[in-house]
């Protein structure tokens, strides 16, 4: 079945899709062009590839954490502010819709163009080809940022710590974005080669965003409330 897609339904989903390219490349200058370059490099890819579907939230964002954590703002006014956790918590939980983000754009055209269908219907191989693409992704970053913060000196741990975070990050993140895929799959009927397709994926991503969150805190909590009970074992201990 042929599905009609609203003439303002496209313009809208032009419209939207060029702001967050706008913001992308206001990004990407600030980072290469004005010198602000990222202690973590994956940050560099991180902040733009999320302009693309959050638009001025990510630009807005990048200027108030993603900024102030390089060496150049840092030299120029001293340590970045402090942070919460729920500020902490919005910053971790950035990295998944990147790599949900790339996952979107790998899984959706093998399943378009060897047209294979899960129970009639191509939504299910995309949704668990993204999680497959996007896992070993945010896996990684994860490791990088556990073994830049020093605070975990074994490999093996960071490496758990990392698989932990990111599967449960993940399976919340496709929570959000899962729903929005199967709207469009069992309801909206809009193809994947349509930009009214790719429209209604950054408000999935957004709300894969809004159902990681409280994941990711209740994680940064966990890990906040044992480590002072770690540190005064090591007190004691060296007493």
Same mark, same amino acid.
């Given at each position: ?10 313009? !809208? @989903? ?6 967050? !390219? ?21 940050w560099e890819a991180v902040w733009p590839i999320t302009a ?21 703002w840092q030299q120029q006014h001293g340590a ?17 819709? %990147? ?7 790998? /899984? ?25 693409? /996007?896992? $070993? ?11 830049? /913060? ?18 449960? %990050? ?20 809009? $193809?994947?080669? @349509? ?39 090591? /007190?004691?201990?060296?007493?």
């Amino acid at each position: 079945m042929v599905v009609t897609i609203p003439l303002w339904l496209i313009t !809208l @989903s032009w419209s939207v899709t060029g702001i967050g !390219l706008l913001c992308a490349g206001v990004i990407l200058a600030d980072i290469y062009r004005g010198g602000y370059r990222q202690s973590m490099k994956s940050w560099e890819a991180v902040w733009p590839i999320t302009a693309i579907y959050a638009g001025p939230l990510a630009l807005w964002a990048y200027y108030r954490w993603g900024r102030p954590a390089t060496p150049r703002w840092q030299q120029q006014h001293g340590a970045s502010p402090q942070m919460g956790l729920g500020e902490t918590a919005a910053i971790e939980t950035i990295p998944g819709g %990147a790599a949900s983000f790339i996952g979107h754009l790998i /899984a959706v055209p093998i399943v378009v163009g060897t047209g294979v269908t899960i129970a009639g219907k191509g939504v299910w191989p995309m949704i668990l080809l993204i999680a497959v693409f /996007a896992l $070993p992704l945010l896996i990684a970053f994860e490791y990088r940022s556990l073994t830049q /913060a020093g605070e975990i000196r074994s490999a093996g741990l960071r490496l758990r710590v990392a698989l932990k975070i990111s599967v449960l %990050a993940i399976l919340a993140f496709d929570t959000g974005m899962g729903a929005a895929m199967l709207i469009v799959a069992f309801v909206l009927g809009y $193809p994947p080669t @349509s930009i009214a397709f790719w429209f209604v994926m950054w408000g999935g991503l957004l709300l894969g965003f809004m159902t990681a969150y409280p994941v990711v805190r209740w994680l940064l909590g966990q890990v906040s409330r044992r480590r002072p009970s770690r540190d005064r074992t090591q /007190a004691s201990g060296s007493m």
